[in-house]
């Protein structure tokens, strides 16, 4: 050999070899060298070989989807009276998403579009799931059908362990040969608001029973809806909570409690995955099914609901708040179907931003929360949402399809009235069934929308107006049939589970002897 290999620094350039003619050495000699250069370039290079082929970690996800609590319910979105310390901290190690919406502004349909990823009215879910007859009337299926995609059956098969706690509502107490939640991809659950029969979870439980569930699967990745009661009739509130807010007046101290309550079971969420030591690679979000519940002028009678098997404060102590936006709950407008939406990834998604430009919806979630899993999504899946996983990484985009609502419950003025919305970019146009009347609003310049533009863009109005009547006519006329009960006679409903750890107050057992409940 007539070459002498010599070795340049190997923290400089990556250990690259200079060759020269400069004399003769063994064959063994440069045997070792080049083997050495090899041990350099694999230990040294910052993307080398070992790294290339490092499995990445798959995000755990925790979707907490608390009930009728509004947008403006939290401190951290300006509100004076309540305090929300947890979502406060949860805001500020996360991006707090100001222009998410929910696809309905009731309960049943609303958890529809976040578990499909699919407007509820594909399947004919247009109103909270009551007993079988009123269904029947409305033109609904008694259940959500079990052969629809979910997420948690796209993750489940993608090696997640699945769970559901708290409240379910895609069937009826009233109902019975109702699928069961495992039908629908989940692992476990203990739910209330199921089906006749179902044993009725203790709704206080749901965020530890969520707790335990991550300390089991801390060493898999795991999805978890944590579906709370708070802030939805009949208000059940712990004593503790109730004796914190003593000094409000009786309607701010009860509406205060349950506020507390439900942020506690943030805390509760929060405190498990730094316990299980897997904070840092997990997704939280928070977010509410729709707007708040409406205020009645006085105190109702006393009821149980016979879904979540509890009794408790009536609507009178509904004061939740709306942060301004026009209308509240069952009203298609901003105030029943902006809620909050903040999103903990750390590391991934930015911390103590607010995004007010991208319009995020329920139906985005599925096809983000799957590309943030890397999870690739069947060919037959046709979304109705978006992969807005860059947002949750910290770009502010627009979305680029339309969005739209189908509104079939109360029809009064002046903010129930619309049966058919339809957004697009900055424009909101709302329809009659027909399409003849209308309003247009042009958001975010008019969260509040005072002021229709109607008059002023025809053309906008005549183009939206043929997106939202053409959308219409792709919906099923006719619920599945293999999604209605064939048992009509009224259910009496099992007993919830005892053992709560913080027992409810109820007005049995509180001062306030007048309250009641007012059912949905």
Wanted: glycine share 8%; hydrophobic share 35%; proline share 8%.
């Amino acid at each position: 050999m007539i070459f002498n290999v010599k070795v340049k620094d190997p923290t400089n350039d990556f250990g690259k070899v200079v060759i020269t003619r400069l004399g003769r050495i063994s064959t063994e000699t440069i045997m070792k060298q080049i083997l050495t250069i090899l041990i350099v370039l694999l230990l040294s290079a910052p993307n080398g070989l070992l790294a290339a082929e490092a499995p990445t970690k798959r995000p755990n996800i925790v979707y907490i989807f608390a009930d009728d609590w509004g947008w403006g319910d939290m401190s951290c979105h300006g509100n004076t009276w309540l305090k929300t310390p947890n979502l406060d901290r949860l805001a500020r190690e996360g991006t707090d998403f100001q222009q998410f919406n929910v696809l309905n502004p009731v309960c049943s349909p609303s958890r529809t579009a976040v578990l499909t990823g699919h407007y509820p009215a594909r399947y004919s879910v247009h109103q909270h799931f009551a007993a079988p007859v009123q269904n029947h009337e409305r033109g609904m299926p008694d259940w959500l059908d079990p052969k629809a995609p979910t997420l948690p059956r796209f993750l489940k098969q993608a090696g997640y362990s699945t769970a559901h706690f708290g409240k379910w509502h895609l069937t009826n107490a009233q109902t019975q040969g109702a699928p069961k939640p495992g039908a629908y991809g989940y692992d476990e659950y203990e739910v209330f608001n199921g089906g006749a029969g179902w044993p009725a979870a203790d709704l206080h439980a749901t965020a530890t029973n969520a707790a335990a569930f991550i300390n089991k699967n801390k060493d898999k990745p795991f999805f978890i809806n944590v579906w709370l009661h708070e802030s939805h009739t009949p208000h059940v509130p712990t004593k503790a909570s109730m004796e914190k807010w003593k000094h409000l007046d009786e309607q701010k101290q009860v509406y205060a409690a349950v506020i507390t309550d439900g942020d506690n079971d943030v805390g509760t969420i929060l405190d498990a995955l730094k316990v299980a030591g897997v904070e840092d690679n997990t997704i939280v979000m928070f977010s509410s099914d729709n707007g708040p519940e409406w205020t009645a002028k006085k105190q109702g009678p006393k009821k149980s609901d016979p879904d979540a098997k509890v009794t408790g404060f009536d609507t009178y102590y509904s004061v939740g708040e709306t942060g301004g936006l026009r209308g509240r709950k069952r009203s298609v407008f901003e105030g029943g179907v902006r809620v909050p939406f903040i999103v903990r990834w750390p590391g991934t998604t930015p911390a103590g931003v607010k995004n007010n430009t991208t319009n995020f919806t329920a139906v985005d979630l599925l096809p983000t929360l799957c590309a943030a899993a890397e999870v690739q999504l069947p060919e037959t899946y046709k979304a109705d949402g978006e992969n807005l996983l860059p947002a949750l990484k910290g770009k502010e985009l627009m979305r680029t399809r339309p969005v739209f609502w189908q509104w079939q419950g109360t029809k009064t003025e002046p903010d129930y009235w619309p049966r058919l919305v339809v957004r697009e970019g900055d424009w909101k146009l709302f329809l009659t069934e027909d399409g003849k009347r209308s309003e247009l609003y042009r958001i975010p310049n008019d969260r509040a929308e005072t002021t229709n533009l109607t008059k002023d863009h025809p053309e906008i109005v005549s183009r939206l107006t043929k997106i939202a009547l053409d959308w219409k006519a792709t919906l099923p006329k006719n619920p599945n049939p293999d999604c209605l009960t064939t048992v009509l006679d009224p259910v009496k409903p099992s007993q919830p589970k005892k053992g709560a750890n913080n027992p409810p107050i109820s007005p049995e057992n509180s001062k306030e002897k007048g309250s009641g409940l007012k059912v949905r």
